[in-house]
């Protein structure tokens, strides 16, 4: 009886192994596809699922069981709808003017705004040029009032704007350098249209703010609107994301650093592009010759993807069904729940776990990514970490070790898939980038942020090892992976002191 169970339990782990497996060639389709939609969304408008934000960043700083073949076919076709013509795709090809990243020869007092979700951040950055760097760095976190979230955008902002003037009422006004003007750098995580370095209308809210008033105004303005209500003499030198932020930190202290990867619990990336290998970029092309690219790579799909039934769920259950196919395979938000869904369907076909209430089970998101680590990461004898797991957030209790171990494998099997396409999606960049390649002795820097990457152990090492299988071992001893922190706070200051209006 006992091994008539664990035998079904088996199949079950067996299935998913191998429709999750990520061998070489699938990869290395997975990155011919990545430079594909990335080249083709440097074309035009409209022109890939891949947003490719253009963001004006011209110089670094040195100091789905498998999904239906129909469905599959579907997506695949929408994708290359989108590389026909201008309005094939859903996508919004938004341009995101930075062109200019600091070089660590800036010096003075710069500033942060952080607003991302529902608590926002202020952040005061000393620089002192190339030789000593980042002196001093200051924050403080604030809490928005929840009845702010639905309000008007004048209270919003005005709410922003008096933890601005109370963050820096203690400097005076002759702390900033030569009594110059204070300047800014706005790092805004929800959908904008940017229509220069520092402005950029709303096209909508995410997460839990619904202030509709704010909808197609620029946030730049409604900012520096209520800051000079408060009395707070500042410019918004730069309205950045977390993703460009995160390359501009990187390369600040690595002038090699050419890529910036956001895997926490989202995913995003981006590289420094050429210039005049972008041809939707108008106009003047900045003296660099370069340019930060924000891909946007969370909406990247293909069917090179390896998928499985709980994808498919998860997908067909989630807000925005058919979008984000890359980061909900990849990202820390979903890895728990696909976990979860692995061991639901367990439950249901066999008495594994015992007689257990299915209750928790069937519960979406309750099991976390950072439980799902803790329990990949077990080294107890008895695999103690496992139980005290599945007891707390499934209520599953008295499972045997053989039971625990088979977790651990399913922890695995998404999680290796997981680095795995990570690894694959820098490929393609490396590859868009023209490096990557046996005698390319360029060095090739890559800074990543996010918990995903910084806590799980075996998901960072996984997604090391998959780099050097898929470049080579030639080619892979010129390319590093770096974590690099707080790319929406102390990025932002950064892109801010590049931009600054006295800094030439």
């Given at each position: 009886m006992v091994a008539a169970v664990e035998a079904v339990a088996e199949q079950v782990v067996a299935q998913l192994r191998e429709d999750c497996a990520t061998p070489a060639a699938r990869l290395d389709g997975v990155a011919?596809?990545?430079?594909?939609?990335?080249?083709?969304?440097?074309?035009?408008?409209?022109g890939s699922k891949i947003e490719m934000i253009v963001s004006y960043v011209d110089n670094l700083p040195n100091g789905y069981c498998a999904t239906s073949a129909a469905r599959l076919a579907a997506m695949e076709e929408e994708t290359r709808a989108g590389l026909r013509e201008e309005g094939g795709s859903k996508i919004k090809m938004i341009v995101s003017y930075v062109d200019n990243l600091p070089n660590g020869s800036e010096e003075g007092l710069f500033y942060a705004l952080d607003l991302g979700g529902t608590n926002f951040r202020v952040l005061r950055v000393q620089l002192a040029g190339k030789d000593k760097r980042v002196v001093n760095l200051e924050s403080s976190e604030v809490s928005i009032p929840h009845h702010l979230t639905s309000g008007s955008a004048e209270e919003l902002f005005g709410f922003i704007a008096s933890?601005?003037?109370?963050?820096?009422?203690?400097?005076?006004?002759?702390k900033v350098l030569g009594g110059m003007q204070r300047e800014l750098g706005f790092t805004f995580s929800f959908p904008v249209r940017q229509t220069s370095i520092a402005s950029g209308t709303l096209i909508k809210w995410t997460k839990e703010f619904a202030v509709d008033d704010a909808v197609g105004e620029d946030v730049?303005?409604?900012?520096?609107?209520?800051?000079?209500?408060q009395g707070v003499d500042m410019r918004v030198s730069a309205l950045i994301n977390d993703t460009v932020g995160t390359l501009a930190a990187g390369s600040y202290n690595d002038e090699d650093v050419v890529i910036g990867v956001i895997l926490g619990t989202g995913s995003n990336a981006a590289y420094v592009e050429k210039a005049d290998a972008i041809p939707k970029l108008k106009g003047e092309l900045p003296k660099s010759g370069n340019m930060v690219i924000n891909t946007e790579w969370g909406n990247f799909f293909s069917s090179r993807l390896p998928t499985t039934e709980y994808d498919q769920a998860l997908d067909e259950e989630s807000v925005n069904p058919r979008e984000q196919i890359f980061e909900k395979l990849i990202s820390g938000l979903y890895l728990g729940d696909i976990v979860r869904r692995v061991l639901l369907k367990i439950a249901?076909?066999?008495?594994?776990?015992?007689?257990?209430?299915?209750?928790?089970?069937?519960?979406?998101?309750?099991?976390?990514?950072?439980?799902?680590?803790?329990?990949?990461?077990?080294?107890?004898?008895?695999?103690s970490i496992v139980a005290e797991k599945l007891a707390e957030n499934l209520k599953i209790s008295d499972t045997t070790f053989e039971a625990r171990k088979m977790v651990v494998e399913i922890c695995d099997i998404v999680t290796s898939r997981s680095a795995r396409l990570a690894a694959a999606g820098?490929?393609?960049?490396?590859?868009?980038?023209?490096?990557?390649?046996?005698?390319?002795?360029?060095?090739?820097?890559?800074?990543?942020?996010?918990?995903l990457f910084e806590h799980y152990v075996e998901f960072r090492q996984c997604l090391e090892s998959t780099l050097v299988e898929l470049l080579g071992e030639e080619a892979s001893e010129s390319v590093s992976v770096k974590l690099t922190k707080d790319g929406s706070g102390l990025g932002a200051a950064l892109i801010a002191a590049a931009h600054s209006q006295y800094a030439n």
């Open positions: 011919a596809a990545m430079e594909e939609e990335l080249r083709a969304g440097l074309r035009e408008e409209g933890a601005l003037a109370k963050f820096i009422a203690d400097e005076g006004p002759n730049v303005a409604e900012l520096q609107k209520a800051m000079e209500k249901t076909q066999c008495s594994i776990f015992g007689d257990v209430d299915q209750t928790m089970l069937r519960s979406p998101f309750v099991l976390r990514t950072p439980d799902v680590s803790a329990m990949h990461h077990d080294e107890t004898p008895d695999l820098i490929v393609g960049i490396i590859r868009k980038m023209g490096r990557g390649t046996p005698g390319d002795k360029r060095r090739t820097a890559i800074a990543i942020d996010g918990g």
